[in-house]
């Protein structure tokens, strides 16, 4: 590896770092949103047999305490809904921080192969030039 290379070595490693990082959080936040909309289908499945169920003769103090309770729910609804879309834009941000540091780790990358061909390049030239050398030396004698 080229001094060059080495030197970026560091960098890469920590851009490397970052990436990973930025990849874990991202999964994690997609599972917060995934359990977030599981929260919403259970909640949404939940009124919908509760107001279903029975559905027999209720006296009025039955009938108002299930409406209040289906407004309840109605507003956790709303809640988990407003939860839900916090949770996709927080997504979002997590992507696009785990684009940014995937391209700035793919950059030192290609940075540090390019230097890595470079030496490589150098070294084959050094080689050829002491072989031709050698050669010129024993056509001399």
Same mark, same amino acid.
Do not use: C
């Given at each position: 590896?080229?001094?060059?290379? *080495?030197?970026?070595?560091?960098? !890469?490693?920590?851009?490397?770092?970052?990436?990973?990082?930025?990849?874990?959080?991202?999964? @994690?936040?997609?599972?917060?949103?995934? *359990?977030?909309?599981?929260?919403?289908?259970? +909640?949404?499945?939940?009124?919908?047999?509760?107001?279903?169920? /029975?559905? /027999?003769?209720?006296? !009025?103090?039955?009938? +108002?305490?299930?409406?209040?309770? $289906?407004?309840?729910?109605?507003?956790? $609804?709303?809640?988990?809904?407003?939860? $839900?879309?916090?949770? @996709?834009?927080?997504?979002?941000?997590?992507?696009?921080?785990? *684009?940014?540091?995937? @391209?700035?780790?793919?950059? +030192? /990358?290609?940075?540090?192969?390019?230097?890595?061909?470079?030496?490589?390049?150098?070294?084959?030239?050094?080689?050829?030039?002491? !072989?031709?050398?050698?050669?010129?030396?024993?056509? +001399?004698?």
């Amino acid at each position: 590896m080229s001094s060059r290379a *080495k030197q970026l070595q560091p960098a !890469v490693e920590q851009a490397r770092q970052r990436s990973e990082d930025a990849l874990a959080k991202l999964a @994690a936040q997609q599972q917060h949103l995934a *359990k977030a909309e599981h929260q919403l289908s259970e +909640l949404q499945r939940y009124r919908q047999e509760y107001a279903t169920s /029975g559905t /027999g003769a209720l006296s !009025v103090t039955a009938l +108002l305490n299930r409406q209040t309770f $289906i407004e309840r729910i109605d507003q956790a $609804i709303v809640q988990q809904t407003t939860e $839900i879309a916090r949770q @996709a834009r927080q997504l979002e941000q997590v992507r696009d921080h785990w *684009k940014q540091t995937h @391209a700035r780790e793919s950059a +030192l /990358g290609s940075v540090v192969a390019q230097h890595r061909e470079h030496e490589r390049r150098a070294e084959d030239r050094q080689e050829q030039a002491e !072989v031709d050398e050698r050669m010129q030396h024993r056509r +001399l004698r």
